[in-house]
């Protein structure tokens, strides 16, 4: 098992429809979670992070946790054809400093 | 400028050299990690450093592979008689001071991309 997984994709919406990214992580003990977005050629760039459970809104993105199922998502409200892009999802383990990454999702917003 | 810096931003060697890659944190950070991504796959950490120590290289090949952050100037990830699968996007994150939950997001430079020839 993937200690990080993600559904590789793509996911194809419409423009101004919701994106539902999901996330799933193996160590229980985890305690930080991290969204990044990756142009393509280009570097990650952070999105948001949460590290309760429930959920997290900032403008067009909301960030769900739920550390009994690990499980976290990403929302994208509003969807543009500039938030085609891979997703990263990354999750930081109990008692350690490395963040593991998920092989990320990408995402195509039709115009 | 003050995000993450890394340099060069490409760089070519032929098969048995060395290549350094060198990343500068962001002002005020100081928790260096390195990561390698092939083409159309995720980002494998390597190592995490902080001032003058390395805290985590489980990432890290055991033959080949070092890297430092001293005291004074950048970190640095080195490859020694690099081979054709050395080809990659080697990115750099900084981190600030480890002082509550909310200090552990990472900031990720431009990358350098190593082609091996």
């Known amino acids: 098992q993937k200690e990080v997984e993600q559904n590789s994709g793509p996911l194809s919406v419409p423009e101004g429809a919701i994106a539902s990214l999901n996330c799933t992580y193996s160590d229980r003990g985890s305690q930080s979670f991290f969204w990044y977005r990756q142009y393509s050629g280009k570097s990650p760039e952070l999105i948001m992070f949460?590290?309760?459970?429930g959920d997290k809104e900032d403008g067009r993105f909301t960030a769900q946790l739920n550390k009994a199922s690990q499980y976290v998502s990403l929302l994208i409200r509003d969807s543009q054809p500039s938030d085609s892009a891979t997703y990263l999802c990354a999750v930081r383990g109990a008692g350690g400093f490395k963040t593991i990454f998920g092989a990320g999702t990408r995402l195509f917003v039709k115009a | 400028n003050a995000g993450v810096m890394q340099n060069p931003r490409h760089l070519v060697r032929r098969r048995g050299q060395e290549a350094r890659l060198r990343c500068s944190p962001m002002?005020?950070?100081?928790?260096v990690y390195w990561y390698r991504q092939l083409p159309e796959e995720g980002l494998k950490f390597m190592v995490y450093?902080?001032?003058?120590?390395?805290?985590?290289e489980s990432g890290m090949p055991k033959e080949r592979f070092s890297a430092e952050f001293p005291k004074e100037g950048p970190s640095i990830l080195r490859i020694q008689q690099v081979v054709r699968g050395d080809s990659a996007a080697y990115f750099c994150?900084?981190?600030?001071?480890?002082?509550?939950?909310?200090?552990?997001?990472?900031?990720f430079g431009p990358g350098t991309r190593l082609t091996v020839t």
């Open positions: 994150a900084s981190s600030p001071t480890l002082t509550g939950a909310s200090s552990y997001e990472q900031y």
């Open positions: 450093l902080q001032k003058e120590n390395i805290i985590d």
């Open positions: 949460i590290y309760s459970n």
């Open positions: 002002k005020g950070h100081s928790h």
